[in-house]
């Protein structure tokens, strides 16, 4: 790992400001190879992409959106941990491949889909397992297998979740470096340990340095960021009034911190003050 001595403006926690750097074509290229192993030469990259006419009742829009004459990427940056975000990103993941469907008589899908998420929040409890994941990386195709559990490459569609809030320790190189871009650039900005040696990373860097950003980026950035913190504060009420809630219920601190992300210094500090106001 090297430490970008010149990377001051390297913040790529403003959703406006990942956009920049991942519409850029170096970037994006690398990003793709490095993720999902393939090349991409894409005829334009989109951001805020929206098909017409839309396919069923949900509005779709992708942050990012490109393709070649083979294959069609989508990248999502999803900024606040919902229940329902594996269920959404399906449906963003589905929608690009069977848009490519218009016609009743013709059931054929000519390009192969890559959807990248980037989640830069923890997961919270799933909804429906009610389990904890904790995976950096998580990837999901469409091939089937047969009951040799042998896969045949017949769709080869993927969506692939990226979580750099549980650093692995056997995650490889080609995931390493843009997990820890995102991490760092939310978590140490100013002083982020990133490998610039990667290409790709190393032109990020430089897309997104401040004599690279407009006013007016720097103003939607900002507005991004006063945004973010109002969700922020909103979030951690919610989380320290379930925390309280299972405190009163006789919940243990791991439990709590399980559901709600808290440290266990956290709960006791809720728990202190629980029995100071009791």
């Known amino acids: 790992m090297i430490q970008n001595k010149y990377c001051d403006a390297c913040k790529i926690r403003q959703r406006s400001v990942f956009k920049k750097a991942f519409t850029d074509e170096i970037v994006f290229k690398a990003f793709v190879k490095d993720i999902v192993g393939i090349e991409v030469e894409p005829s334009k990259i989109e951001t805020e992409k929206a098909f017409q006419p839309k396919l069923g009742n949900i509005a779709f829009k992708y942050d990012i959106f490109a393709e070649d004459v083979k294959r069609r990427i989508v990248i999502e940056i999803q900024k606040v941990e919902y229940d329902h975000n594996f269920d959404r990103f399906l449906h963003y993941h589905l929608q690009a491949i069977t848009e490519q469907q218009r016609s009743s008589e013709d059931y054929s899908v000519e390009k192969t889909v890559y959807t990248i998420v ?44 990226l979580n750099p809030n549980y650093k692995g320790e056997d995650t490889p190189n080609n995931y390493r470096d843009w997990l820890d871009l995102i991490y760092e650039s939310i978590h140490n900005p100013e002083n982020p340990q990133i490998n610039i040696q990667n290409e790709g990373i190393r032109r990020a860097v430089e897309v997104v340095s401040y004599e690279n950003i407009s006013p007016e980026e720097w103003e939607e950035a900002k507005i991004e960021a006063s945004k973010r913190k109002v969700i922020t504060l909103e979030r951690e009420e919610e989380r320290n009034e379930i925390a309280k809630n299972a405190i009163l219920e006789g919940s243990t601190n791991e439990f709590i911190a399980k559901i709600t992300g808290l440290t266990v210094e956290q709960i006791e500090t809720l728990r202190n003050e629980i029995k100071k106001n009791g």
Request: a positive charge; glycine letters at 2%.
């Open 118 to 161: 980037v989640m830069t929040a923890p997961y919270k409890v799933h909804a429906k397992t009610r389990e904890l994941y904790k995976d950096e990386v998580l990837i999901s195709n469409l091939n089937p297998k047969n009951l040799k559990g042998i896969e045949r490459n017949i769709f080869n569609h993927q969506l692939v979740f």
